[in-house]
């Protein structure tokens, strides 16, 4: 009788350890899905917030590319973005947001991505991000070209069976972002992806030595010569056109600062900015000078370049003529000062460019 109690005591102590084992075990997988979904989580929100991967993302998908440089098209303000593919920095796609069944799985322990999420269910691919992106434009624009972004991520989670060792997990809040998107879920994320702030400067002139500038009738605006590049931050000048004297710029929005001489501009002289697509002109300043004198204008403008294939030009326009005198760019002085890098003595027109955003 004493053999079959402690019998049976020992049998009741090994069912204990196994209830023991096999709790440890959930507990064990429990925490590993933890980690995992949070690893998830945080490296989707590290791709998104990488500039290099974020500049592959760009690049990549056509419903971006009003963010890129190179298109005229701004993006509007308050527009949803959902059918977009993220890329890593390596130019390798990271997760498909346009497609319904591309998600995670947890099988390996780590945030794999996989291809057969149901929202009906299915274990090995159980977890998903429901990627969305809102242009925010600033000033109160309708439209912009570097807005800020608000990217949001709703947790999708869809197993085949409660048996899922995630659905005992208190994280697991499927409830969040499905009205509206201020209700977020705990696996949910939102941030605010700001455009870089980029100052990107450029100038150009009409440096010589020997040139002479030509008369000026009066009467009619003539295109003054710029010849030279002298620096382009970032490629923000797309091209200097010798022959027609045309600047062409990257879209943004721009402070120019002219600088224009004058020789015998007896009647007195106009400056302008002029946009040789839309014949839209911008007045930078005038001047005068007596009859073997010089004189220069130098005036800003501010204006913004909606398309890259417009061309501006400086031009000036003179009230009175003066065969006399080479006088719209000056009278070339080949014996003075030294020619230091080789581009020319005489700066007679010079065109500053600082660019933002």
């Given at each position: 009788?004493?053999?079959?109690?402690?019998?049976?005591?020992?049998?009741?102590?090994?069912?204990?350890?196994?209830?023991?084992?096999?709790?440890?075990?959930?507990?064990?997988?429990?925490?590993?899905?933890?980690?995992?979904?949070?690893?998830?989580r945080?490296q989707?929100?590290?791709t998104?917030?990488?500039?290099?991967?974020?500049?592959?993302?760009?690049?990549?998908?056509?419903?971006?590319?009003?963010?890129?440089?190179?298109?005229?098209?701004?993006?509007?303000?308050?527009?949803?973005?959902?059918?977009?593919v993220?890329?890593?920095?390596?130019?390798?796609?990271?997760?498909?947001?346009?497609?319904?069944?591309?998600?995670?799985?947890?099988?390996?322990?780590?945030?794999?991505?996989?291809?057969?999420?149901?929202?009906?269910?299915?274990n090995?691919?159980?977890?998903?991000?429901?990627?969305?992106?809102?242009?925010?434009?600033?000033?109160?624009?309708?439209?912009?070209?570097?807005?800020?972004?608000?990217?949001?991520?709703?947790?999708?989670?869809?197993?085949?069976?409660?048996?899922?060792?995630?659905n005992?997990?208190?994280?697991?809040?499927?409830?969040?972002?499905?009205?509206?998107?201020e209700?977020?879920?705990?696996?949910?994320?939102?941030?605010?992806?700001?455009?870089?702030?980029?100052?990107?400067?450029?100038?150009v002139?009409?440096?010589?030595?020997?040139?002479?500038?030509?008369?000026?009738?009066?009467?009619?605006?003539?295109?003054?010569?710029?010849?030279?590049?002298?620096?382009?931050?970032?490629?923000?000048?797309?091209?200097?056109?010798?022959?027609?004297?045309?600047?062409?710029?990257?879209?943004?929005?721009?402070?120019?600062?002219?600088?224009?001489?004058?020789?015998?501009?007896?009647g007195?002289?106009?400056?302008?900015?002029?946009?040789?697509?839309?014949?839209?002109?911008?007045?930078?300043g005038?001047?005068?000078?007596?009859?073997?004198?010089?004189?220069?204008v130098?005036?800003?403008?501010?204006?913004?370049?909606?398309?890259?294939?417009?061309f501006?030009?400086?031009?000036?326009?003179?009230?009175?003529?003066?065969?006399?005198?080479?006088?719209?760019?000056?009278?070339?002085?080949?014996?003075?000062?030294?020619d230091?890098?080789?581009?020319?003595?005489?700066?007679?027109?010079?065109?500053?460019?600082?660019?933002?955003?």
């Amino acid at each position: 009788m004493e053999l079959i109690v402690v019998m049976a005591i020992i049998g009741l102590m090994g069912l204990g350890t196994t209830a023991l084992v096999n709790n440890l075990v959930k507990l064990n997988t429990k925490s590993n899905t933890k980690s995992t979904l949070f690893s998830l989580r945080d490296q989707m929100i590290k791709t998104l917030k990488d500039e290099e991967s974020w500049a592959q993302t760009v690049a990549n998908n056509p419903s971006l590319s009003c963010l890129r440089e190179d298109n005229n098209t701004k993006c509007n303000n308050n527009a949803v973005v959902t059918n977009f593919v993220i890329y890593n920095r390596q130019n390798v796609i990271y997760f498909r947001a346009n497609n319904g069944t591309h998600g995670f799985t947890d099988k390996t322990g780590e945030n794999i991505s996989c291809t057969t999420y149901n929202a009906a269910g299915n274990n090995d691919c159980p977890y998903r991000y429901d990627v969305r992106l809102r242009f925010i434009c600033n000033f109160g624009l309708d439209s912009c070209k570097s807005p800020d972004i608000i990217i949001q991520g709703d947790f999708k989670y869809s197993p085949a069976d409660d048996l899922h060792i995630a659905n005992s997990m208190e994280l697991i809040d499927t409830a969040g972002g499905e009205v509206g998107w201020e209700a977020r879920g705990k696996m949910d994320f939102e941030f605010r992806k700001s455009q870089p702030d980029k100052i990107d400067k450029f100038q150009v002139m009409f440096a010589t030595t020997n040139t002479p500038g030509g008369n000026c009738n009066s009467g009619n605006w003539r295109t003054r010569s710029l010849n030279y590049i002298n620096y382009n931050h970032n490629n923000t000048l797309i091209s200097l056109n010798n022959p027609n004297s045309s600047v062409q710029m990257k879209l943004g929005f721009y402070t120019c600062e002219i600088k224009a001489e004058s020789y015998g501009a007896i009647g007195g002289f106009k400056i302008r900015l002029y946009n040789a697509h839309t014949t839209d002109s911008m007045i930078v300043g005038s001047g005068y000078s007596a009859q073997d004198t010089s004189t220069v204008v130098i005036g800003s403008v501010d204006f913004e370049v909606t398309n890259t294939n417009h061309f501006y030009r400086i031009q000036h326009y003179c009230f009175q003529d003066n065969p006399a005198h080479n006088f719209d760019m000056g009278i070339p002085k080949p014996n003075y000062g030294v020619d230091l890098d080789g581009i020319g003595i005489n700066r007679y027109t010079i065109m500053t460019c600082t660019r933002k955003g």
